[in-house]
Each structure stands twice: as structure tokens, then as C-alpha cells.
């Protein structure tokens, strides 16, 4: 299958973006900028991806989709979490075989890629079921949004399944973006950006202001998380057909599984050698840059070195 470009670019955004956010927990510790303000905009960015890719103009092939998960995600996912955990464990001092073992098995180990798996799974057999009827998709996505807002958070469920039905509408997004794409585009028109990037500031600083509680990637508050997520989105869609070209970032996007998993461990590694040499923040901004740059290189290295030896584990043959 050929590539699109625009996801690969916006995927490897994405991906700094969250790469950039876990620096900041590491390295600047108390002093990392809130969720809301652009991590959470970040991963519904890859939900609304996910979701594009799983529309095809002919019929649904499900046993392809399964084995796409389990083999691309899944699998990662018990290969990798062990790994980064006995890293940290080992950089912090607190090695617990068994605890380790429990947050993997449960899904715990990465929230993000155990909610996808989840949500992506549930999305199939939605699609299944529904026969790609849009009132009925549109209605359990709905249910799904209005209960995870119902049931009380727990930051402890078992393979995120909470955060996987905040997952779910976002999948129909973007899929039924693609399934609509052509008459879309055709109504999106430049002069939307400027009012779209100002909705958006306002928005941000709004939520900076308020200051509200999160549930792990959503605020409590649901108009105002509603209004940042379409607004976002909409400015997304606008900008696909001016997206540049950047090979880095584009290469960055079509091997964020591996970078996903990297920003786990990457940021604990910069953080300790920095903070070991003098180089600790202080509120420095430009130490910050340095840590941000270092990890970056980090990651792609280790990203590169993966795709070139171990590359059965991420991707076909």
C-alpha cells in the first residue's frame, strides 16, 4: 500500500509533540506544561488517523485488520514495555519483577497503545455489526463519549478500556472523514484557517485560565474539551493540502510505534546524564531545547537501528 504523505507528516507532529511532553515530565519535573495544552491534542491526532485509515472504498476486510493490531501493536507492545520498564527500574532503583510483570499483563505498562488496541478492536466489530451504517456508528460513538464521562475515572483500569471509549468517537471522525473526504475538501476553504488557529488560542488560554481537573487526556469540562477537539480537528483538515514536505518528520510519522515506545525511555536517559554533567534545568529554556534535541536524536537512532536489525518485530517482512 502507498503511503499518504500528509498522515506520515502529521503522525511525526504528533510525535514530537508527545516526545517534547515527556521530556518535560523528566527533565523539568514539576515545572511540565499541562496535558490540555497540547499533549491531548497530540494523541486525538493519532485516534483521528487511526480511525482515516481504517475506512477502504471496497469491502472491510476484518481478518486483515485483527492481524494488523495484534501483529503491529500488540506485539509491540509486550516487546518493548519490558524493556523501558526494566530501565527505569534500573535508573530509579526500584526493580519489582512482579510489578512489572502485573502493569504489562494489564495493559497498564503504555495507557496509549493499550487504549488504541482496545478501541481499534471494538471499532472492527462495530463496523461489523453496523454494516458501515452511519446512524448506528454515530450513536454507540456517542454512548461511548457520554459513559466515559459518566463512569468514575480510574487511572488503574485494566487495558485502558475508559480511555478506549473516549477513543472510539474519535476513530468515527476520521473515518468518516474518508469516507467524505473528496466533498470536504471541496468546502474547505483557505481564508477558515485564520479563524480556526484563533478559535483554537482562545480555547487554550480559556482551559489555561480555568486550570481544570483531567481524566487523563480529557477535562472535566465537556463543552470546552468538545469545542478544543472539533476546532483542532477542523484546523487539521484545513491544512492537510498545505502540509510541506519534510522527510525527517515524515520518516518520524511512518515509524512512530517505535518512537511511541521510545519516549517511555529516551527522556529518562537525556534527563540523568544532563542532570548528572550540570546541565539540570533551573528553568532554563534553552537547556530544555538542548534536552528536547538530544532526545529526539536519541530516539530516531534507536528507531533506526530497530527498522535495520530487528525489523520483524515492528513491520512485514
Known amino acids: 500500500m502507498e503511503r499518504i504523505r500528509w498522515i506520515d507528516f502529521l503522525r511525526g507532529i504528533a510525535m514530537i509533540m508527545i516526545l517534547v511532553f515527556h521530556t518535560e515530565v523528566y527533565y523539568k519535573d514539576s515545572d511540565a506544561t499541562q496535558y490540555y495544552v497540547y499533549t491531548t491534542n497530540a494523541i486525538i491526532l493519532f485516534y483521528f488517523i487511526s480511525g482515516y485509515l481504517f475506512f477502504n472504498e471496497k469491502d472491510f476486510n476484518v481478518g486483515a485488520k485483527i492481524h494488523s493490531i495484534f501483529r503491529f501493536m500488540l506485539v509491540p507492545y509486550f516487546v518493548f514495555t519490558p524493556i523501558i520498564a526494566l530501565l527505569k527500574n534500573i535508573l530509579y532503583d526500584t526493580f519489582d519483577l512482579r510489578e512489572i510483570i502485573i502493569t504489562i499483563i494489564s495493559g497498564r505498562a503504555s495507557w496509549f497503545i493499550a487504549a488504541l488496541i482496545l478501541a481499534e478492536l471494538c471499532f472492527t466489530l462495530l463496523l461489523v455489526v453496523s454494516r458501515g451504517k452511519s446512524l448506528l456508528l454515530f450513536t454507540v460513538s456517542i454512548i461511548c463519549f457520554v459513559s466515559y464521562y459518566l463512569v468514575p475515572f480510574n487511572l488503574h483500569n485494566y487495558w485502558r478500556w475508559q480511555d478506549a471509549l473516549l477513543t472510539i468517537p474519535f476513530l468515527l471522525a476520521g473515518y468518516m472523514f474518508h469516507k467524505h473526504e473528496n466533498q470536504i475538501a471541496h468546502n474547505i476553504k483557505p481564508i477558515y484557517l485564520i479563524p480556526l488557529t484563533i478559535a483554537l488560542i482562545i480555547v487554550k488560554l480559556y482551559e489555561m485560565d480555568l486550570d481544570l481537573p483531567m481524566r487523563n487526556i480529557a477535562i472535566e469540562n465537556i463543552p470546552l474539551f468538545v469545542t478544543d477537539s472539533a476546532v483542532f480537528l477542523l484546523l487539521v483538515i484545513s491544512v492537510i493540502r498545505y502540509i510541506p514536505r519534510c ?37 532554563h529554556f534553552c537547556r530544555f531545547a538542548i534536552a528536547v534535541i538530544c532526545c529526539y536524536i536519541l530516539a530516531t537512532f534507536l528507531t533506526w537501528l530497530i527498522y535495520k536489525y530487528v525489523p520483524f518485530i515492528v513491520r512485514k517482512k
Open 247 to 283: 522527510k525527517l518528520v515524515e520518516w518520524t510519522g511512518s515509524h512512530c510505534i517505535v518512537y511511541y515506545f521510545l519516549c517511555g525511555g529516551c527522556p529518562v536517559i537525556v534527563s540523568r546524564v544532563l542532570n548528572k554533567i550540570g546541565l539540570d534545568y533551573n528553568s
